[in-house]
């Protein structure tokens, strides 16, 4: 499945990406022109070979970013 997480502005999606690839959570931007500057998402895949513990440790991620970055 893929799911998309609205984050707002170019600038904060790329920090948020950097900051979730540093923690081993691998997502892909969703950027001009695919969507206006200030609706910039990341998509993430999740698949059925994917531990319950991995899921986990990537929404724990995605909660402490979006905190530090102000998204949440």
């Known amino acids: 499945a893929q799911i ?42 999740v698949m059925a070979t994917h531990s319950a513990d991995q899921i986990d440790r990537a929404v724990e991620a995605f909660g402490k970013i979006g905190k530090e970055l102000g998204v949440i």
Do not use: M
């Open 4 to 45: 998309e997480t609205a984050i707002g502005p170019l600038d904060t999606t790329f920090i948020f990406w950097r900051k979730l690839y540093d923690a081993g959570v691998f997502t892909n931007p969703v950027v001009p022109p695919a969507v206006p500057p200030s609706q910039c998402r990341l998509r993430t895949s």
